[in-house]
């Protein structure tokens, strides 16, 4: 972090905190590819920071809207507290709790899975959530629904498939089959209330802090088919047995929930096949090829 960016940012915690935070140091923390993020700190006091350039304007200001929601939703899952967001020159930042990881903790995994079953027992009374958001840095419509398959549809597979195409990664084929697939969701998922969903649940954003205490954060959150967090965590290499019989045994999934990983893997595939390219695109074509 630049020395004037880093100065501003402690400027405005001291502000925002009341307390005395100069002298500061910046430790990086290396994971993921939307942000910098890293530790600020000084002798008395630290603080997780996120950094971007080029982002929407209101980038951080969804997370932070996710992180409260997640927040003061029922649960047993740590969520860390956002603690203020602005800009400085081209850059936009975001300060949150910084979390202390604990690496003694063995059963986390379960304690993980009961937690993310706790809140999806959150719910709504429609499908989506008041204002719109990101997934990772692509916008996500939430314009709320009644019926799941509507939504999953008109606000998820169809919008990202429109995107594959003007990006020159689907074909009229791949539309076609997709619009097919899409007018089978009603027969392919049961009725499901709208739950309370962290969005992006993959292995990078979760993690064991103090005291032995499971965390998840960077959500994209909505009320959605709960399958469709299951299904995330599926995806790039899954999570260990633990945390499922956490949740499966504290918020049975319906019958053939398996059957319908694949499905509701195709949106954070198609997100991933428009922002990195074309090595998504086989596991997207396997799902659609019986359309």
Not at 133 to 161: C, V
Not at 194 to 215: E, F, R, T
């Amino acid at each position: 972090m630049q020395a004037n960016l880093q100065n501003y940012i402690a400027q405005q915690i001291s502000e925002n905190q009341n307390i005395d935070f100069t002298d500061t140091r910046f430790s990086i923390v290396y994971g993921g590819d939307i942000n910098e993020t890293g530790v600020l700190y000084n002798d008395d006091f630290e603080f997780f920071v996120k950094i971007n350039q080029n982002k929407p304007v209101d980038f951080f200001e969804k997370e932070v809207h996710g992180l409260d929601t997640l927040r003061h939703a029922k649960h047993t899952l740590k969520i860390p507290t956002p603690y203020l967001h602005g800009t400085w020159d081209r850059y936009s930042f975001l300060v949150m709790e910084y979390l202390q990881e604990d690496y003694q903790e063995h059963n986390v995994s379960e304690k993980l899975g009961i937690g993310l079953a706790e809140l999806h027992q959150n719910i709504w009374d429609k499908f989506g959530l008041s204002e719109n958001n990101y997934l990772g840095s692509q916008p996500q419509d939430n314009e709320p629904k009644s019926n799941w398959a509507e939504f999953y549809a008109e606000r998820r597979l169809i919008p990202m498939s429109i995107r594959a195409m003007n990006n020159g990664y689907f074909s009229n084929t791949d539309m076609n089959k997709m619009e097919n697939l899409c007018e089978h969701l009603p027969q392919i998922f049961p009725n499901e209330a709208p739950a309370l969903i962290h969005g992006d649940l993959w292995n990078g954003n979760y993690g064991c802090v103090v005291p032995k205490q499971p965390s998840i954060f960077d959500p994209a959150i909505y009320y959605g088919n709960r399958e469709m967090d299951i299904a995330m965590t599926l995806l790039f290499g899954g999570f260990d047995a633990a945390f499922y019989d956490g949740y499966l045994n504290t918020f049975p999934l319906q019958k053939g929930w398996q059957s319908r990983v694949e499905i509701c893997q195709l949106y954070p595939l198609l997100m991933h096949l428009n922002h990195f390219g074309r090595s998504y695109y086989p596991p997207i074509q396997k799902v659609l090829e019986p359309f």
